[in-house]
């Protein structure tokens, strides 16, 4: 089932994607949605497009994950873990950017979202 992503209340969304302080980008969490949609899916899919999304806005302000040094990762099934730690090596390499990871923790609508702080400096 495709939802529309809005709060508890349905309503719209009340957050920029991102928002630039100085030389950081800070991406508000990002989860498996097209066009403002939750588009629902398997653990790898949703962890996949969320990751996209946040590729996209980092793109757009010409960063791109290498820029990372910070994420928050919210999987909401702790037996999830392996696959996203596993996944995760796919989208970011060493030098890791700093983690924190928290389980159950987002309802029944997704299963994975990502918030991530990146530098634009040098």
Do not use: W
Not at 13 to 27: C, D, H, K, Q, T
Not at 70 to 93: C, I, M, S, T, W
Not at 103 to 111: E, H, P
């Amino acid at each position: 089932m495709v939802r529309p992503l809005g709060d508890l209340d349905g309503n719209t969304a009340s957050f920029s994607p991102f928002r630039r302080a100085g030389e950081f980008i800070f991406v508000s969490g990002q989860a498996s949605v097209e066009d403002g949609v939750i588009v629902p899916g398997t653990f790898e899919e949703e962890m996949r497009r969320s990751i996209e999304n946040v590729r996209r806005i980092l793109a757009g302000q010409g960063l791109c994950l290498r820029d990372v040094v910070k994420v928050g990762a919210y999987v909401q099934y702790a037996g999830d873990v392996p696959e996203f730690n596993r996944l995760y090596r796919e989208y970011f390499h060493p030098p890791l950017p700093a983690r924190t990871t928290i389980t159950s923790c987002l309802g029944d609508r997704i299963k994975f979202e990502i918030d991530v702080v990146a530098f634009g400096g040098e």
